[in-house]
């Protein structure tokens, strides 16, 4: 595994790490093909929001300078940016002279089964719901537990995504993927402003859809909603696009529509 810190090759994290006692920072997973990254600028977006809404004062041009370093390194992979705080001593309260910290993380592209994009994934039905929170929702920060909770529910091969709903029983998003609903030629989302993971990849296929005219609607969606779509399918920046065949004994087909969508990402991700 290539790792830097602060942009060093370097193996070993202060034990003070504000990342490391609270997961006070946030995090990005790059997909890094022939030395350059794929959708780096909405990476970066959703990084800076991240920074501004948890007051980390980060030298966004040395990061950047950094991260075209370290991709040309590890060359093919997925290069992880992880930004703490930094150190600091002990107690929640935000060290006034704080010096966030850069880690970077590559490692091999994950292999996934070609089916799964090919035939469609079954989903696992999540009992682990997502707790609300506004100040953090759409953010890649560093507290997963949820996601590893969820994630520790199944352990059938079967499934290859879960199914994540909030505290009131919307339908929100897979435990690493993000969700999207077919119904009557009509692209849903799940809106995002109370928790949920505003993926870098699900903004690129709402951006898509627009470009080549589908209607797109970005709200709640409730699970009787998921239960009657006409097509469901997942997203992820390394992976694309996944249709949902199965959850739950109910069945959908892998449509048209999912089918032209994930044309458009795959001729971006081979780009």
Partial sequence: MLSWIDGRPATQLPLGDRGLAYGDGLFETIAVRGGRATLLPRHLARLREGLRRLSIDLDLALLEAELQAFFIELGEG???????????????????????????????????????????????????????????????????????????EWQDAAFAEGLMRDVSGRAVEGVFSNLFLVKNGVLLTAELSRCGVAGVMRAEVLAQAERVGLVCEVRDLTIDELYTADEIFLCNSLYG???????????????????????????LLDS
């Fill in 78 to 152: 997925v290069a992880k940016l992880l930004v703490t705080r930094g150190d600091g001593l002990r107690g929640y309260a935000p060290p006034q002279a704080a010096s966030p910290r850069r880690i970077l993380l590559g490692n091999p592209l994950p292999s996934y089964a070609a089916e799964n994009a090919e035939q469609g994934v079954r989903l696992f039905p999540c009992a682990t719901r997502l707790a609300e929170q506004p100040l953090l929702a759409g953010l890649k920060h560093l507290n997963r537990l949820e996601q590893v909770l969820a994630r520790g």
């Fill in 241 to 267: 696009i996944w249709p949902v065949r199965e959850l739950q004994g109910h069945h959908w087909p892998v449509g048209a529509l999912t089918r032209k969508l994930q044309a458009l990402i795959r001729s």
